[in-house]
């Protein structure tokens, strides 16, 4: 029997909670607040481009498989389209669709001249050599080739992606245009024109927001009890420059399990435990051993889901005894589940806010690429702050004039704007 690796477009069993529906729901909450003109709404809703490849890899056993690559462009209205590629198992159109869209509302916000747009192979990518890696990389990157490109499309790493994979895209795409063209992709390494301060950026903008939430509650990071889902690029640094700022973290998680400290993890040592084992915090000495259930209901003031979708939810939401959720990770709380955390006063702060600093620093990359001229972490980092700041403050502004939670005012300057140069740009033809 012949089979294959496109997946439905069906949602794959009935406990499922599609992220594509999620994220239309808040950009339905933020027309309504916007008073949106329905026709716009429309447009906003639709990805302008969907693209989905077949991926034949040559094992290393020198058997043939067949993987589904996506490559989802959703609005380019600011700017060319801007956004990570992620390799997981539960990769699925209806996913990277939903993080295209995320994008664009996150790019918005953060007053980046992107639109938004995502991609992903669903693969385990644990499952597969280097070179397996290098081959589909590279085979992805050219199926996409005339989709792709400086001042079209720009990717980034993500989940399960990283400098590494960049590399073998930009050379992929520079080989077939026929020169080097270090401007196709972001969070590249720093020998072809990547910037300093990328790799830690994205934690470093949720360090930034938690200590500005912290501080608008009369509060510091010094000694704040700190839960955090994920070890992974975002986690780790988020980890490391909250450690470092004083915060006591007292429980990590990867994929495979996590550890618990009362008195707070030694993160450089726990990063160093999992730079040796494959990634993993599991066996890590001086700290007991705890599932990512259990880590995500422990007492802490500040909980850090950096891992996945759909982590907090209706089925845990009551447990969780965070008084400040920063999402990391794209869609980590359910809308239910967002909704009872609003309710009780949890301060839930945004994934298009809270984990923007990854695409604000892929900016930086970008502009110092183009001109080239580049800058000292110094610099970047400071630019960073900057942004992180500026788009914090326009939030809670935002929430505060208009009397609503601080994911939808997040949405709504973000969608507003989105909207506003739909309009003055008008339609064509
Ligand atoms: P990564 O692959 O580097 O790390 C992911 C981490 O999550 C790993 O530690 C992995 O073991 C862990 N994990 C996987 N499944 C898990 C599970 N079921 N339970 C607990 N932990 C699990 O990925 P990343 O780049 O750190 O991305 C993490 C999240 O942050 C994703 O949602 C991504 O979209 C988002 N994000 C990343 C960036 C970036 O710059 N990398 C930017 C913005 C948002």
């Given amino acids: 029997m012949i089979t294959t690796s496109i997946q439905p477009l069906e949602a794959p069993s009935p406990a499922y909670i599609c992220p594509l529906d999620q994220a239309c729901s808040y950009l339905e909450a933020a027309a309504r ?19 989905t490849v077949s991926i034949p890899v040559k094992r290393d056993n020198g058997e043939i498989e067949i993987l589904a690559g996506h490559r989802v462009q959703h609005c380019d209205v600011l700017g060319p ?6 390799y997981h198992p539960a990769v699925t159109l209806r996913e990277v669709s939903a993080l295209a869209m995320l994008m664009t509302w996150k790019c918005a916000l953060l007053g980046i001249p992107y639109g938004g747009a995502k991609g ?25 080739i005339k989709d792709i490109g400086p001042s079209v499309d720009i990717p980034a790493p993500d989940m399960g992606t990283s400098a590494r994979e960049m590399a073998w895209m930009m050379d992929t795409y520079s080989v077939n245009v026929g020169h080097a063209v270090p401007g196709v ?23 930034i927001i938690v200590r500005e939430a912290l501080a608008d509650q009369g509060k510091s990071l010094a000694d704040m009890r700190v839960v955090i889902q994920g070890f992974g690029n975002v986690g780790s640094a988020a980890a490391l420059l909250m450690h470092e700022a004083g915060a006591k973290v007292i429980a990590v998680s990867t994929g ?24 993993s915090v599991v066996g890590f000495p001086q700290a007991i051993p705890i599932n990512n259930a259990e880590l995500l209901t422990l007492p802490c003031d500040v909980l850090i889901p950096a891992a996945l979708e759909n982590q907090i939810t209706e089925e845990n939401v009551n447990q969780v005894q965070a008084k400040i959720v920063a999402e990391a990770a794209n869609g980590p709380v359910t809308l239910i589940a967002n909704q009872s955390l609003e309710a009780r006063g949890v301060t839930v702060l945004p994934d298009i806010l809270a984990n923007a600093g990854g695409v604000v620093v892929s900016y930086l990359e970008w502009v110092q690429g183009l001109s080239y ?3 000292d972490e110094e610099r970047v980092n400071r630019e960073l702050e900057h942004l992180m700041v500026q788009a914090y403050r326009q939030v809670i502004n935002h929430s505060k ?14 969608v507003g704007r989105v909207a506003q140069a739909l309009t003055d740009r008008g339609l064509y033809p």
């Fill in 33 to 51: 607040e916007l008073k949106l003109d329905q026709g716009l709404l429309q447009v906003l809703s639709h990805p302008r481009k969907v693209v």
């Fill in 81 to 86: 389209y801007k956004g990570g590629i992620r």
């Fill in 120 to 144: 992903g192979i669903a693969l385990d990518p644990k499952r597969y050599s280097v070179s397996e890696l290098e081959r589909l990389t590279r085979r992805y990157t050219s199926e996409l």
């Fill in 185 to 207: 992709v972001t969070g590249k390494p720093l020998s072809i024109g990547g910037s300093l301060g990328r790799e830690m950026a994205t934690g470093r903008g949720v360090m």
């Fill in 256 to 279: 495979s399990g996590g550890v618990y400290s009362e008195t707070g993890l030694d993160i450089p040592a726990l990063k160093a435990y999992a730079a040796e084992n494959r990634r």
């Fill in 373 to 375: 001229l580049f800058w």
């Fill in 401 to 414: 004039t208009r009397q609503i939670p601080l994911r939808l005012a997040a949405y709504t300057l973000g």
